[in-house]
Nanobody
Framework: QVHFVQSGGGLEQAGGSLRLSCVAT????????MGWFRQAPGQGREVVAA????????YYLDSVKGRFTISRDNAKNMVYLQMNSLKPEDTAVYYC????????????????????WGQGTQVTVSA
């Protein structure tokens, strides 16, 4: 049974840093691309960052480029999101998600391609 445990969210001041972690069980982690998404109140869910199975490619939302870094440790079944220079507009619930690339194509921004989702963790950035 697939299961995610997310950690690392919380309240931070603008300009500060947070690191999100997501540990996955129930599937062969190294065979799945991973992504981090976020959803602010009243808004749709958007991809923040994504990483391929081996970690050789990454993708970032334009507004987080240069501030956020996604990484993974396949030996530990974990994916991370390091968030620096946080802004109030980063406030949202953040989700990790897994994409098996059933068609062999990596399309990290397409939410509908992700098979499994974490429970979400709140990130709040104060001005």
């Amino acid at each position: 049974q697939v299961h995610f445990v997310q950690s690392g969210g919380g309240l931070e001041q603008a300009g500060g840093s947070l690191r999100l972690s997501c540990v996955a069980t129930g599937f062969v982690f190294s065979e799945w691309a991973m992504g981090w998404f976020r959803q602010a109140p009243g808004q749709g869910r958007e991809v923040v960052a994504a990483i391929t199975q081996s970690g050789d490619k990454t993708y970032y939302l334009d507004s987080v480029k240069g501030r956020f870094t996604i990484s993974r440790d396949n030996a530990k079944n974990m994916v991370y999101l390091q968030m620096n220079s946080l802004k109030p507009e980063d406030t949202a619930v953040y989700y990790c998600a897994a994409d098996y690339l059933h068609d062999g194509v990596w399309a990290p921004a397409r939410l509908e391609l992700y098979d499994y989702w974490g429970q979400g963790t709140q990130v709040t950035v104060s001005a």
